[in-house]
């Protein structure tokens, strides 16, 4: 036997095709992993030629298995390919917009329910999307069924021990089930812990005041919190509270899929727009939330302290009704 022979015959020995198939699969996620943009497209025929070196051609199930998980790789890279690409014609578009370019990166408001652990029944998502809702648009019937369904989850949830022992109620939500305009404030006060209700305090008076000014009443709206239990003192939710009634929010948008919604606040804002730029430098400009135009305004209860702010918080909501196109 000559030694190339014997070398080659030595190699074949040495190569599992089942290791070699985990191995690479583990590489590529690596990489993908670590932020590159670009891996090699897989021959099913390459493979298939391989795995007469590794001995499998006889087994042919073992051969078509490679296969077929080669093919869904190539599936896998080709959305992947398409998603960058979307991308890069967002930023390239934003570029050419000029001064004051609108924000070109949505995110996804799935719950990515099913986590194998079963204590973080909503775990926090970010995967950033490009394109409408997720949920497809359901009659009022099916909403309202979905939306009772789905307060009943958060009136069972306890993964935030510390807000979950004290709480008298969580506080879902409540309006429209297809509203034009949804409300999103921050967290639930003393009098929406007492009632269940959100912003039904001095806060809330001033922003029933507010949707009445833009000829809309509290029954035409949608109203909700970032979380759903009052935080002890009234303090500003944590990010931890905050990633576990994430998948809440994102699935109540996702049922309600409004035209606008107005962020109340900073802690509003900065958790659907996943930013830490202040109400300031959000003012003045339409940003995104899958297909919703988003808002961003002073938090009622600030307005109560700083009188002075009122003015801007109406600039703010004349800008929205100009664009819907609403009389006022």
């Known amino acids: 036997m000559s030694h190339s022979e014997s070398e080659s015959e030595a190699t074949s020995e040495a190569l599992d095709p089942w290791q070699v198939k985990n191995e690479a699969s583990a590489l590529a996620q690596h990489l993908h992993q670590a932020g590159v943009q670009w891996l090699p497209k897989p021959d099913p025929h390459s493979i298939t030629k391989w795995s007469h070196r ?116 969580t506080v879902f939500g409540e309006g429209s089930v297809r509203p034009r305009v949804v409300f999103f404030g921050e967290a639930p006060g003393a009098d929406e812990d007492r009632t269940g209700r959100p912003f039904v305090g001095a806060a809330g008076g001033l922003l029933t005041k507010m949707i009445e000014a833009c000829k809309f009443v509290r029954e035409d709206v949608y109203i909700l919190n970032t979380i759903k239990c009052r935080p002890p003192n009234n303090r500003n939710p944590e990010l931890a509270e905050r990633e576990q009634c994430r998948g809440f929010y994102r699935q109540q948008l996702d049922l309600l899929q409004p035209e606008y919604i107005v962020c109340l606040g900073a802690v509003a804002a900065q958790e659907l727009l996943q930013t830490k730029m202040s109400v300031g430098s959000l003012r003045g400009k339409f940003h995104r939330y899958h297909t919703s135009k988003v808002l961003v305004t002073y938090h009622p209860a600030y307005l109560l302290r700083e009188t002075t702010r009122k003015g801007a918080a109406w600039q703010d909501l004349q800008m929205m009704l100009r664009d819907a196109k609403i009389e006022f």
């Open 54 to 169: 590794f001995g499998t051609a006889q087994g042919s199930v073992e051969s078509e298995a490679i296969v077929k998980s080669s093919r869904t790789t190539e599936q896998e890279l080709a959305q992947r390919g398409d998603l960058e690409n979307d991308q890069r014609k967002q930023a390239e578009a934003t570029q050419n917009m000029g001064a004051n370019p609108q924000p070109t990166t949505f995110y996804s408001a799935s719950s990515n329910l099913g986590a194998s652990d079963p204590k973080r029944r909503h775990p926090p998502t970010l995967e950033i999307i490009d394109g409408p809702y997720l949920g497809q648009s359901l009659s009022d019937e099916a909403r309202k069924a979905s939306l009772v369904q789905l307060e009943s989850e958060v009136k069972q949830c306890f993964n935030c021990p510390q807000l979950a022992e004290k709480r008298n109620h």
